[in-house]
């Protein structure tokens, strides 16, 4: 089974820095684009970060100029550097990654979520 695990998370001051890191594990022929989402309390889930194969980047309007989405293709990992974190940014942050299992099977997959806080 593909699974996605986060790490990284936690509790920090506002106007601090974090890094997540989300790596991919089986059998998996290669991972296509990988994207960074966040969800808060009572509202929806929104797209943070996302990067294409081939290292093409985007941004939420919210985040733009803070935080860095990167990846390694070697070792199934991508990565989102926050920087200047804001109360706002607290949320549950999913990783979730679009693979090709075999050369004529796609699936998309989600990571369990890492809880970043960011007090006041």
């Known amino acids: 089974q593909v699974q996605l695990v986060e790490s990284g998370g936690g509790l920090v001051q506002a106007g601090g820095s974090l890094r997540l890191s989300c790596a991919i594990s089986?059998?998996?022929?290669?991972?296509?684009?990988m994207y960074w989402y966040r969800q808060a309390p009572g509202k929806q889930r929104e797209l943070v970060a996302g990067i294409t194969s081939g290292g093409s980047t985007n941004y939420g309007d919210s985040v733009k100029g803070r935080f860095t989405i990167s990846r390694d293709n070697a070792k199934n990992t991508v990565y989102l550097q926050m920087n200047s974190l804001k109360s706002e940014d607290t949320a549950v942050y999913y990783c979730?990654?679009?693979?090709?299992?075999?050369?004529?099977?796609?699936?998309?997959?989600w990571g369990q979520g890492t809880q970043v806080t960011v007090s006041s």
């Open positions: 979730n990654a679009t693979v090709w299992l075999t050369l004529a099977r796609r699936r998309d997959y």
């Open positions: 089986g059998s998996i022929f290669s991972v296509n684009a």
